[in-house]
């Protein structure tokens, strides 16, 4: 009823004045979605209300609506802050050009105003003081422009001949009372209810339209709301219109497909709200709304995109999400409808007190000095508390200029254009600021953290001097405000033993909770082993502290269309090739999630962090500015944007902010308070969370490939939904309950599932499958073997059927095996490659029949092995050159991540980190082989920009290169992990620029002749090598003849440049246990018609 | 006859002459236990460095119900003829010189050969194969001797299916009652202290078999 009142006056919302009408005119720039306040006017304007958030500046369009402003003119009250930068209190703007009222930067005392065109500027030559309104008057035309200020003083300045008005901004909590004059009409803006202006028509008028509530991208259901969607059509002629309203809508999860059309009169002088989503229509979900008007002044088409998202009819619990600050810089981006608790926000003391460069603002470099109420206080933050947020704050104490500094760190100083930032912060100067800061927001903000990812950014080799600092802000903000709590580490990626360090420091004590970031990227949160790192977070934390996560996000591919995600193969492929966009060099570790793995990863990465105690969870990449103006997605590094965008620009909701949106509902009645528990149990993982006020809610996924799993809840239904929001219930298996427990059977897949409990415990049943072995394809054939286990009383004959997977055949399909009670059996099944067939990793369903015959279906991954090519050379064939093979074969590269297999980040780890592998532009290479009846030929390059040989020769702690080789036949064991007979490594000494010629040792021919296998090589300069080795099949082949396929990998050692030790190693298929273990070599084939590629 | 004894133990099951005596040791041997006493084992127990396994429990101690397991590798081409299993007790203490008179459970043992017998000792070794019948009955056994079991019909069906592995798993024929464990020499026993006790499947084949 009540929507339906507010509908109502939203339609007929005509204000129709005795005389002229007023239209009421909404700000079209300078926020998001400000048809209802975000915050709302308080009492203090020139007269009644003003607006108290600074550095934010409304505009307004006029046209249409009120033309001929060739000459005007807009009486205002001003009234500056205290902050020091410049401000634009008022500005005219026309297709000539733009006239502005505009205080400029400086002290409190030293205030002016300026009136500048793009003809010249005048400034008044009296001061203004902040804190008082002052009536001003500007005037314009013919040329001319005047500014009057109370005093009487009047600023002059030239205009364009044809200078006309079209726009007015004005900054919103400097004026009040404004009033535009001209052309026979006006516009006031007096703030007394909400932003918008009134607009008395002049002139021709026209017929207009403007979208409300789509800026956020989240759109709400409340017409009282600001994201609730309206199309507002202003109609400042004299005449009645009529207008024709299209709507194209799509969805993408539930593949809502619907247009439809609607007529509406409108009245002169009328502003008219038109609702535009059906409540029908709205449901969890991303869409797509393109909408056109005619019948207006001119041509009107614009597309939405945006989602929406169901909330759960239950009483809220305390909040657990919130969304981190990500440099938003519009006024107005919190997606209201969406159940989040926390605002993270950053307080830089180099940009409150700090130096101009800094925030890119037009502020002076800053005067140590300068009183408190004149720092650049962060304005947006002061927004979301405004607003109502719950703050939680990042304090930074890095050193932007030499005065915030006590001195500095022998690396990792930046260099900025006029100052060096870095080094270990002047403590005491920190203190004032801290200070100041806790004054400042004393009783409103509870959280604040003590630096950003210190063992990352600032002090990574000083965890000593973090432990300082935490004592003074502990000290310092507790001092002034006992009631907050503090967190403390805020670590990134692998920052155990630096947090070790810390807290061993003095760290300890001097926090209240124990903060942390856990990206995973590109790895799933659980392959990661996130619960075991958490884990040992916990141990090695003070005993019983607090802990939340305030920073996590994830890398989606973007989109090349607005309106459905790229495909997961397309992204797999894409990655592969290391297409730009897709693969990070800059954030770690390389390549991105498509947006189906993004979302599982958020979700799993958040339920893993709440199972494993931490309190909250921060997403980060909630910007709606975000994926970023410039170049084109498809032409730079990916960025941890939750938004998606296409490369020309247009910006979208991904199933990944959907997922997200998801999270934050289905959670929403949780209670971290109360009891929470993990599921996991062989091929399930997850866990159970406590609601506020009845029941709990479960997520669960499968570990690895899809699994029906057996559940059992109180009732005969359970009701699921899934991570992008689709609501499923399912029915108790008939007759398997019992104490008026259902069992039920959930098909899982490694999209998280959320489980809803009014009432009781939902308990996973083990499963009947107590281990899955797969044997990776190798040379054609592989296998999976499941191994069974009968909890039951009776015998089990269990039947299993292997479903059909294109490009493989399964041998048997089907197998039936007797399991008495309490006991095992292990089945298996021969996997065959098709020939032809693509694809790297399969997924085999195999259905087995439960003794209640329930029938589950367990998918199982199998791998094809890695592999590469060699060339086939002419008889005469010489390796003399290290491009020799460039014609015959294709080059097998060592660059990436994944080839990390030593000085590789932690899976947990989001950026590079100095002590690890730096990127192909550090450490990277590539071979080819070649082959003919005599002889294996191997050429390798190597980029090595720190070259330094083992100091122990042989020895592999240095730049050198292995190669690996695995000549068996398959009788013989070819593929299989022990080193056997004619299983061989080859170390080699690389040839160093001036130093040394390349030496060869292989461990299981300790004697091997220098002229059996011949070895060349040489630098190419400083930073790059090459090498060959020939090996001739008699030396390796007990028939002398080249085998059909052999194993072979190659690895590269790259060493620290200051120091000896090897800092990263690189290896193309296999492992850092190479050196032992041959069961994770390429596998090469060798035969006909393989001739130069 | 030492000779071929070596020989043969040296080269395991890949060779076999027709009408040969051949002996085998195991490839693997282990120990699957059922530690909370539920009636399902949850671990394997195999010999390493860090933890040697001399001995192969059969029956219930402290810690668990013990089963063990011994797998080997089949020859490829063979006739059986005959086949004996041959296992060494040690005391139930475990201690020497072994303690006359003392007794273990009841024990039965299975065979199995397939999908889960395959040179490794894992716990789906706990639910297959055919019971060849009670090995050692709950009574006082002779230490100084070695248990010797025919295994004939077995291994004939094994060689019949086409299997290159078998498996014997001993297990007490009553665990939740057994009152203790007999001790079996493990094949690292043997190699420590005395070959002579090492866990010997024995295949006679037939003259003129397959092959």
């Known amino acids: 009823m009540k929507h339906c009142l507010i509908l109502a006056s939203l339609c007929c919302g005509p204000a ?7 239209l009421p005119v909404y700000p079209s720039g300078g926020g998001l979605n400000l048809r209802v306040p975000v915050v709302a006017p308080v009492a203090g304007g020139a007269k009644g209300n003003r607006l108290p958030f600074e550095m934010v500046r409304f505009t307004y369009e006029l046209a249409p609506h009120l033309t001929g402003l060739e000459a005007g003119s807009v009486s205002l009250f001003v009234e500056d802050c205290m902050r020091r930068p410049a401000k634009e209190v008022l500005t005219l703007g026309g297709p000539a050009g733009e006239l502005k009222v505009v205080i400029p930067a400086g002290p409190s005392q030293e205030r002016r105003f300026r009136l500048e065109s793009g003809e010249g500027r005048a400034d008044s030559r009296g001061t203004q003081a902040p804190g008082k309104w002052h009536k001003l008057l500007l005037t314009w035309g013919n040329g001319r422009a005047g500014l009057t200020q109370e005093n009487g003083e009047t600023l002059e300045v030239k205009l364009p001949e044809n200078f006309t008005v079209q726009r007015l901004g004005c900054s919103a909590s400097l004026v009040d009372e404004l009033e535009l004059k001209g052309g026979g009409g006006s516009f006031s803006v007096g703030w007394e209810r909400d932003y918008s202006g009134r607009l008395v028509p002049a002139g021709q008028g026209g017929v207009t339209a403007a979208v409300h509530g789509f800026d956020t991208y989240v759109i709400g259901s409340d017409p009282e709301k600001r994201d609730y969607p309206l199309v507002q059509l202003l109609n400042s002629t004299q005449e009645r219109r009529e207008v024709t309203l299209r709507y194209e809508l799509q969805s993408e999860v539930n593949r809502i497909r619907n247009v439809r059309q609607e007529k509406r009169l409108l009245e002169p002088g009328c502003s008219t709200m038109v609702p535009v989503m059906s409540p029908a229509l709205l449901q969890s979900d991303v869409y797509h709304l393109v909408i056109s008007i005619d019948g207006l002044s001119a041509p009107f088409r614009v ?14 619990g305390p909040g657990l999400f919130g969304l981190h600050d990500c440099d938003v810089k519009a006024f107005g981006f919190w997606p209201d409808a969406l159940p989040l608790r926390y605002a993270h926000k950053y307080l830089r003391w180099g940009w409150v007190q700090g130096p101009a460069f800094v925030d ?15 720092w650049n206080w962060n304005a947006a933050l002061d927004w979301e508390l405004m607003a109502g947020r719950e703050l939680f704050v990042s304090l930074q104490s890095y050193p932007y200029s030499a005065w915030h500094r006590e001195r500095e760190y022998p690396r990792g100083m930046k260099q900025w254009p006029s100052a060096k930032g870095g080094g270990f912060p002047d403590l005491k100067k920190y203190a004032r600021f801290l200070r100041e800061s806790a004054e400042r927001y004393r009783g409103r903000i509870r959280h604040y953290e003590i630096e950003n990812e210190p063992n990352a950014y600032g002090m990574p080799e000083h965890p000593e001097d973090y432990a300082e600092v935490c004592r003074t802000v502990y000290r310092t903000v507790k001092a002034v405000d006992p009631d907050v709590r503090i967190y403390g580490v805020c670590g990134t990626g692998s920052f155990l033993p630096w947090m070790k360090r810390a807290l061993a420091a003095g760290a300890t004590g001097n926090f209240d909770v124990l903060s942390y970031h856990t990206y995973t990227t590109p790895r799933q949160p659980d392959q990661a082993n996130l619960r075991r790192f958490l884990g040992e977070v916990r141990e090695a934390a003070p005993a019983g502290i607090r802990r939340f996560n305030s920073e996590t996000g994830v890398l989606q591919a973007l989109r090349y269309e607005a309106d459905r995600p790229i495909p997961p193969e397309t992204v797999a492929l894409a990655a592969k090739e290391r297409r730009t966009g897709f693969v990070s060099t800059a954030s ?32 980060f990449g909630w910007n709606p500015e975000w994926p970023k103006d410039g170049k084109p997605w498809t032409e730079r590094e990916p960025d941890f944007s939750l938004l998606s965008a296409t490369p020309a620009g247009e910006r979208t909701p991904s199933l990944l902010s959907l997922a997200v949106a998801v999270l934050a509902a289905q959670f929403e009645s949780a209670d971290p308070g109360k009891s929470y528990r993990w599921l996991d149990s062989g091929e399930v993982r997850g866990a159970l969370f406590s609601k506020a006020a009845a029941g709990r809610v479960a997520v669960l996924w499968a570990a690895d490939a899809a699994a029906d799993v057996l559940v059992t809840a109180p009732g005969n239904e359970l009701e699921t939904v899934n991570v992008f929001g689709e609501r499923r219930i399912f029915r108790a298996v008939p007759g398997a309950g019992r104490d008026g427990r259902g069992v039920f059977l959930l098909p899982l897949t490694t999209m998280p599932r959320y489980v809803h409990l009014a009432d009781g415990e939902l308990e996973v049943l083990s499963s009947p499958v107590s281990a899955v072995e797969v044997e990776n394809i190798v040379g054609g054939t592989g296998s999976v073997a499941l191994t069974l286990l009968n909890t039951g009383d009776e015998v089990w004959n269990a039947r299993l059927e292997a479903g059909a997977v294109p490009g493989l055949v399964v041998s048997p399909r089907e197998e039936e095996v007797a399991i008495r009670p309490g006991r095992r059996r292990k089945v298996k099944f021969d996997c065959r490659l098709e020939a032809g067939a693509k694809g790297s990793v399969f997924e085999l369903p195999v259905t087995l029949r439960l003794p209640n015959n329930v029938e589950l279906t367990r998918g199982c991954r199998i791998g094809v092995s890695a592999s590469g090519a060699a060339g086939e050379v002419p008889e005469n064939f010489v390796l003399a050159a290290g491009d020799a093979l460039d014609g015959f074969a294709p080059e097998l590269k060592l660059d990436r991540i994944e080839q990390a297999v030593f000085g590789r980040p932690s899976d947990t780890a989001s950026i590079q980190e100095a002590h690890f592998w730096g990127g192909p532009a550090e450490l990277s290479g590539g071979f080819r082989l070649g082959w003919n009846r005599e002889a294996l030929f191997v050429a390798g390059r190597v980029r090595d920009i720190h070259p330094r040989l083992p100091e122990v020769w042989p020895g592999a702690l240095g730049s050198c290169v292995e190669l690996f080789f695995d000549f068996r036949t398959p009788a013989e064991g070819l593929g299989k992990a022990q080193y056997g007979r004619n299983v061989l490594q080859f170390l080699i000494l690389p040839p160093v620029a001036g130093k040394t010629k390349p030496q060869l040792w292989c461990p299981q021919l300790p004697e091997l002749p220098a002229e059996t296998v011949r070895l060349c090589g040489a630098a190419q300069d400083r930073q790059e090598y090459w090498i060959g080795l020939t090996i001739p099949w008699k030396l390796v082949r007990a028939d002398g003849n080249p085998p059909e396929r052999f194993g072979f990998d190659a690895g590269i050692n790259g060493s620290f440049g200051d120091r000896d030790g090897r800092k990263a190693q690189l290896m193309l298929f296999g492992t850092a246990r190479n050196f032992c273990d041959a069961s994770k070599f390429g596998m090469i084939p060798v035969g006909k018609g393989r001739r130069g590629q | 006859m030492k000779k071929l004894f070596f020989l043969t133990l040296a080269c395991g099951g890949a060779m076999l002459l027709n009408g040969a005596e051949l002996k085998l040791q195991s490839a693997a041997d282990g120990m699957l236990i059922d530690r909370n006493g539920d009636g399902v084992v949850e671990s394997v127990l195999t010999h390493t460095q860090e933890k040697p396994v001399l001995e192969l429990l059969t029956g219930k101690l402290g810690n668990g119900i013990h089963r063990s397991v011994l797998e080997y590798k089949l020859p490829e081409k063979s006739a059986v003829a005959k086949a004996t299993l041959t296992v060494t007790l040690n005391g139930r203490t475990g201690c020497h010189p072994d303690t006359p008179g003392i007794a273990g459970p009841e024990t039965v043992l299975w065979v199995y050969w397939g999908t889960e017998a395959d040179g490794k000792i894992g716990l789906a070794d706990d639910g297959a194969g055919e019971k060849a019948g009670v090995i050692l009955p709950n009574r006082a056994a002779d230490l100084s001797r070695p248990v010797v079991v025919d295994v004939t019909e077995q291994l004939k069906k094994a060689v019949a299916a086409g299997a290159g592995w078998i498996g014997f798993r001993l297990e007490a024929a009553d665990e939740k009652n057994a009152a203790a464990a007999w001790r079996i020499r493990s094949s690292e026993f ?5 070959a002579s006790s090492l866990p010997v499947l024995t295949i006679v084949t037939e003259q003129g078999g397959r092959g």
């Open chain 1, 360 to 374: 890119h603002s037009t502020a002076p470099e800053h005067d140590p000095a300068a009183p408190p109420q004149e």
């Open chain 2, 190 to 194: 043997a190699r420590r202290y005395a």
């Open chain 1, 303 to 316: 597309k939405k995109n945006f989602l929406h998202v169901a909330r759960r009819p239950e009483p809220a």
């Open chain 1, 588 to 619: 770690w570790p390389g390549r991105v999630n498509d947006e189906w793995e993004a979302s599982a990863s958020i979700v799993k990465n958040a339920v893993i962090n709440l199972a494993s105690g931490s309190e909250g969870f921060i997403f």
């Open chain 1, 16 to 22: 129709l004045l005795s005389g002229a009408a007023e």
